[in-house]
């Protein structure tokens, strides 16, 4: 199944997606950085925050398309990226991609993502 996404916020610095979903999904696109607002030939993005709320014993991992050891890999309710030691994941371009083990019955995430490089605004 696909996931739902809503842009909740795309603007100058950041964009901020809702998600929903269930289990046993692989490479599903959670953030697509070519239709952001001023996305130019390689828009670079950060992974800055994570609400998260995963049903089932099963984790849910987050992470860029060209850089799979760059990730966040997130399990029950939760924030991910306000913490001292949780900075942002960086540096890959590309699209944000998610994973969804099959123990996980359904998913709610709130997805914020710095712009870092790539933009013409």
Known sequence: MTILTTTLVDDTSKVIINSSGVGSETGQVLVDTSSLLG????PK???ANLHYEIIGTGNVTIYFENDNEKKAVISGF??????PSENRIKDPIGNILLDSDENVSNY????????????TN
């Not at 939760?78 to 913490?83: E, R, T």
């Not at 709610?108 to 933009?119: L, P, R």
């Open 39 to 42: 996305a130019s030939g390689e």
């Open 78 to 83: 939760g924030n991910f990226g306000l913490k």
């Open 108 to 119: 709610n995430i709130v997805i914020e993502s710095q712009k870092e490089s790539g933009f």
């Open 45 to 47: 993005v950060s992974i």
